[in-house]
């Protein structure tokens, strides 16, 4: 059997072998549905809130200009029962040192105070649709924008890898997950909660973890960086920690925190989390549900694995397959039937046995795809 007709090597393109999913795409394969559906819908829901702030702010123009230029506190009643999207303008007075400072800050409109998290709103008046429609509100374009980016990068990957049914309600109950965590740390607040920064997170925590070995170029400042996924979820979720602890912001640091954590508890399911999304029948990946045990071996070997040092095989070190210029093929009919074979072949399908699939590099697949090419 030649290697081309292996299973293991037809089933290359099929991320539920774990192949990094940025290896190689699936030729015809288009946008995911609901990937795509839901950037239709934040984008549109963005619009419609833009849109509809500024037709309302054309209608209480008059009452703009005498709030302006009179010292009232708030806009006036009649003029806040016409909005729904508009952001009321707030005149606040702080006293420092003896001098009287003046600003106009932006309150909540009545439309994030209706479908952002909202804790007496949520809790006193029972708006339990609050932790899914949170999500699709955004408070600027650049807020939108990272969010869809995000999305589009990792969402269309997972989407392909777990199905589009569970891929939907993961990334529902990711994001119902982050505000809930978030909730739970601000139930005073008065300001609303919005994004689709949590379920967002969960997909990046997902992503990296099902593909812990796909390459990932970052930038820091000017300086493009090379890491591994599950590198980069680490990482971001440490600092996620280390904002939510020390930094005193406006951002939504536990809601991120959150959506790391579900990812999490979705792909070692953990708490039956995968059951849950999956319905018990959702498609195979290359994650086991290894549950809290395997979780702890996978980063235990994470953590020794550069202390350890290189690994041993056949009597040499080694990390990954050195390669280098393969020799020209032989015309067909020359030689012996082993002739041109390149011993580095033995070297990839043992690695392969050994780590699975999910461990070959961009090159290493491209060696043997050159070999398969010569043997047709």
């Given at each position: ?297 996978d980063t235990w070997s994470a953590l020794t694995r550069r202390a350890r040092g290189p690994r ?65």
């Open positions: 059997m030649s290697i081309y007709d292996r299973d293991y090597y037809k089933e290359q393109f099929n991320p539920g072998w774990g192949q990094s999913p940025y290896a190689h795409r699936p030729a015809g394969a288009g946008m995911p549905p609901v990937v795509k559906a839901l950037l239709i819908v934040n984008v549109a829901v963005f619009l419609i809130a833009l849109f509809g702030e500024q037709i309302e702010r054309g209608m209480v123009r008059d009452d703009l200009r005498r709030f302006y230029a009179s010292g009232e506190r708030t806009l006036p009643r009649a003029a806040l029962d016409r909005t729904f999207f508009l952001h009321p303008p707030e005149r606040v007075i702080v006293t420092e040192r003896r001098q009287m400072l003046e600003a106009v800050v932006a309150a909540p409109s009545r439309f994030e105070l209706a479908f952002g998290i909202v804790p007496y709103n949520l809790f006193g008046r029972l708006m339990v649709w609050q932790l899914l429609t949170y999500q699709f509100l955004h408070g600027g374009w650049l807020h939108l924008l990272l969010n869809m980016y995000m999305l589009f990068m990792f969402g269309r990957l997972v989407e392909r890898q777990i199905g589009s049914r569970s891929f939907l309600r993961f990334y529902l109950l990711g994001g119902v997950f982050a505000g809930v965590l978030n909730l739970l740390a601000g139930l005073f607040v008065e300001a609303p909660t919005i994004g689709a920064s949590g379920a967002i997170c969960a997909v990046l925590a997902a992503f990296g973890l099902m593909n812990p070995n796909a390459r990932l170029a970052m930038f820091i400042f000017i300086f493009p960086v090379m890491m591994r996924a599950r590198t980069f979820v680490i990482v971001y979720a440490l600092l996620t920690v280390y904002f939510a602890l020390f930094q005193d912001s406006n951002i939504a640091h536990l809601a991120h925190l959150g959506g790391f954590i579900f990812g999490w508890l979705y792909v070692y399911n953990i708490g039956g989390v995968r059951r849950l999304v999956d319905g018990g029948a959702g498609p195979q990946w290359n994650v086991p549900a290894q549950g809290w045990r395997g979780w702890l071996r041993v095989y056949k009597g040499e070190e080694y990390h990954e397959a050195s390669f280098r210029e393969l020799p020209r093929a032989e015309p067909p009919g020359h030689g012996s039937a082993h002739e041109g074979w390149d011993p580095r072949i033995d070297d990839i399908l043992d690695k392969m046995s050994k780590n699975g699939v999910h461990s070959l590099t961009p090159d290493e697949w491209d060696l043997l795809d050159r070999f398969r090419r010569r043997g047709r």
